[in-house]
């Protein structure tokens, strides 16, 4: 599958945003999928994601409760909607995808073999 990852941009702080991935091929619903940022000056994080079949989310701690991770299957489409944004949110977020990926394993990125070329959000205040 290939990954197209946008949405990104200039946000105020406190502002939304809403990222969008979309995937070629076929079977989408059987990938799970993911989001990962890369802050300045640190390595890539776990953000949240969506697995397959049934569209279980995943949130990692410095997110939870402010951005949601939802999909549309017939759409090939994940999104993250991205609430009440901070400064420390600025990042490049890339999508990653997983054909039937653990449950266990989602906020690993080294299991996701599909990956996006990522989507620059900076924060302003």
């Known amino acids: 599958v290939q990954l197209q990852a946008s949405g990104g941009g200039l946000v105020q702080a406190g502002d939304s945003r809403r990222l969008t991935c979309v995937g070629s091929?076929?079977?989408?619903?059987?990938?799970?999928v993911a989001w990962f940022r890369q802050r300045p000056g640190k390595e890539r994080e776990f953000a949240a994601a969506s697995s397959y079949g049934v569209g279980t989310t995943y949130y990692g701690e410095s997110v939870k409760e402010r951005f949601i991770v939802f999909r549309d299957n017939t759409k090939n489409t994940v999104y993250l909607q991205m609430d009440n944004v901070q400064l420390e949110d600025t990042a490049v977020y890339y999508c990653?995808?997983?054909?039937?990926?653990?449950?266990?394993?989602?906020?690993?990125?080294?299991?996701?073999?599909?990956w996006g070329q990522g989507t620059l959000v900076t924060v302003s205040s």
């Open positions: 091929g076929r079977a989408f619903n059987s990938y799970t």
């Open positions: 990653a995808a997983a054909s039937f990926l653990n449950e266990n394993y989602v906020d690993t990125e080294r299991y996701y073999n599909f």
